[in-house]
T-cell receptor, first 111, second 114 residues
């Protein structure tokens, strides 16, 4: 599975859009980009995934560059409950669905 | 409500005393997995199961056993726990076979071995 690089921490004002970047320059053609988050020490929570097109769901948007070497997770209107560690993961969709979590980005929403 | 449950949520035990952490899901998922989370090391996979009676080692299987006798349950067994198994453990499940991109995680079991 391809490795990912994320900033260690970010702050965002409540109500503003939070943009979390992720670099995955060694991604393969059949690997997807997944985003999960972990609030305090709770179980990780799935947010969104994508292959090469931009994706949007009720939680967030995912923007993947044309060369697929990086992506950005966007939380459109951040709330205090979005304070968490966000993980960008790249892997194939089949087989062992192991999720390899790196250190992630600690996002703090400021009131 | 779709969920993954783990029991116990917290456990303090002594070296060598066998223990089992249970994991159960109510979503008819084929794929289940166990992870441990340690500071600075992220989540590491211990074992996984692609279906009933099909289990395989993850990245850190030493000192652990699992079984998958029925689809909903995937217990994690520590035959002789040691202090280096003190960790936060998570069970996860998904439909499997690439049919779903979302994995559901349990609430975690914090284990301390003294």
């Amino acid at each position: 599975d391809a490795k990912t690089t994320q900033p260690t921490s970010m702050d965002c004002a409540e109500g503003r859009a939070a943009n979390l970047p992720c670099n995955h320059s060694t991604i393969s053609g059949n690997e997807y980009v997944y985003w999960y988050r972990q609030i305090h020490s709770q179980g990780p929570q799935y947010i969104i995934h994508g292959l090469k097109n931009n994706e949007t769901n009720e939680m967030a948007s995912l923007i993947i560059t044309e060369d697929r070497k990086s992506s950005t997770l966007i939380l459109p209107h951040a709330t205090l409950r979005d304070t968490a560690v966000y993980y960008c993961i790249v892997r194939v969709a089949f087989g062992n669905e192991k999720l390899t979590f790196g250190t992630g980005t600690r996002l703090t929403i400021i009131p | 409500e779709a969920q993954v449950t783990q029991n116990p949520r917290y456990l303090i035990t002594v070296t060598g005393k066998k223990l089992t952490v249970t994991c159960s899901q109510n979503m008819n998922h084929e794929y289940m997995s166990w992870y441990r989370q340690d500071p600075g090391l992220g989540l590491r996979q211990i074992y996984y199961s692609m279906n009933v009676e099909v289990t395989d080692k993850g990245d850190v299987p030493e000192g652990y056993k699992v079984s998958r006798k029925e689809k909903r349950n995937f217990p994690l067994i520590l035959e002789s726990p040691s202090p280096n198994q003190t960790s936060l453990y998570f069970c996860a499940s998904s439909l499997g076979r690439g049919r779903s991109y979302e994995q559901y995680f349990g609430p975690g079991t914090r284990l301390t071995v003294t």
